[in-house]
């Protein structure tokens, strides 16, 4: 299973990147009506013969041969049925992903969101050709065209899965129950030394989707995109709270122990940790609050410099196929990405915990993304701050 899906220190080139590219005018479609507007590269119209391998950067626990764990094994199979050896390398951090896939050493790469339109801007991924993956029609509608994605309804990668980042507490600790984040923020005191958060930039997104629905007056309409105005609010609010903090958490297992020790008590999490939390006997609940929650989609990019693309087109339809997908979701820890993987679960409520075929459910998580200059809410009349300063601010917070 992954451990940790961190951004430490993104570096500011990529995002200044990120920056210089997105010009132009709203459309309709994807993420355009940010001005995106990625460079002109064109899908691949055929499947041509197999290179023999394929080069993939991933996260821990998607590419498993059984090296890791003999029974969890999908890579074996995709190779004697392709005829592609698979060389994989484990990312640490979206950073990284980013940084390996500009080395064009890599086929393709499983980004997540606040690394995606990175990849696009920068002409770093290639749009593809769903019609070259078959398992693509049997994909969640929500997973597809979306603003992290696609860019004027061109999709640029193929949805691997899903995740909602909730809120756990610990049930006779923290009474009432709580129905807000309003008990990691404004309420946080009531816990002080207990209280736990995602350590990543990104969770300043967290803060700025509290706000949009307590604080109407900012008018914060995406959590990704903030003025200056927006986003200060948002980081004097993470540094109030950092007062009341007693551990930021990456590492899952780490928030696991936490939670059965004590130490925190209320806090941000995943579906995965609340039921491995559970499961070693500490008494909690998770779910997502009154006013929403951010979360993740992976989706597996194409490199525009792909050796082996041919290879990677086969990964990209192994890895959602309706088996594949079920065993990748439930060592992971995830909702699958292909409808017909729900069948497939050796658990058969897996997908009723995930939620994975609740549309109603996800539209009320904010994915992440890559906060850029140009609002990705589509207003033209400010300048959004981009995610080089939301590293610089989340150093500010923690202090």
Request: with cysteine.
């Amino acid at each position: 299973m992954r451990l940790t899906r961190t951004l430490p220190g993104a570096t500011a080139a990529a995002l200044l990147l990120v920056a210089a590219t997105a010009c132009g005018s709203a459309d309709s479609g994807g993420s355009s009506a940010t001005g995106l507007n990625p460079p002109d590269l064109k899908a691949q119209s055929t499947l041509g013969k197999t290179e023999g391998q394929v080069n993939l950067i991933a996260w821990a626990g998607y590419v498993e041969d059984g090296s890791n764990d003999p029974k969890v094994n999908w890579v074996g199979d995709f190779e004697k049925q392709t005829g592609c050896q698979v060389n994989s390398k484990v990312a640490a951090s979206s950073d990284e992903m980013v940084k390996l896939m500009k080395t064009g050493q890599y086929d393709a790469v499983s980004a997540s969101g606040d690394a995606s339109l990175r990849l696009i801007a920068s002409g770093d991924a290639a749009p593809v050709n769903t019609g070259l993956v078959p398992n693509y029609k049997d994909v969640f509608s929500g997973l597809k065209n979306g603003a992290w994605n696609s860019v004027d309804g061109r999709m640029y990668g193929i949805p691997h899965g899903r995740g909602a980042n909730l809120l756990m507490y610990n049930t006779e600790k923290v009474t009432p129950a709580p129905t807000s984040w309003a008990a990691v923020f404004d309420d946080a005191s009531k816990q002080q030394g207990h209280v736990t958060a995602y350590d990543s930039p990104i969770y300043i997104a967290d803060a700025a989707l509290y706000l949009k629905a307590t604080k109407p007056e900012l008018k914060i309409k995406d959590p990704y995109a903030l003025d200056q105005k927006q986003f200060d609010a948002a980081v004097a609010l993470l540094k109030k709270q950092n007062a009341n903090i007693g551990e930021y958490w990456s590492d899952y297992l780490k928030e696991v122990s936490a939670f059965k020790s004590g130490d925190s008590v209320v806090g941000t999490t995943w579906q995965v940790i609340a039921s491995l939390t559970a499961d070693e006997g500490a008494k909690v609940k998770a779910f997502v609050p009154k006013e929403g929650s951010t979360g993740w989609s992976d989706t597996w990019m194409l490199s525009a410099k792909a050796k082996h693309p041919n290879c990677a087109y086969k990964w990209m339809d192994w890895i959602i196929s309706p088996k594949v997908n079920a065993q990748v979701a439930e060592y992971f820890g995830e909702a699958p990405a292909n409808a017909k993987a729900c069948a497939q679960t050796s658990d058969k409520n897996f997908c009723a915990t995930y939620h994975a075929s609740d549309e109603g459910y996800w539209k009320n998580i904010a994915f992440w993304n890559t906060p850029i200059e140009q609002c990705l809410d589509g207003r033209t009349d400010v300048k959004c701050v981009p995610y080089a300063k939301w590293v610089q601010a989340w150093t500010e917070i923690k202090g």
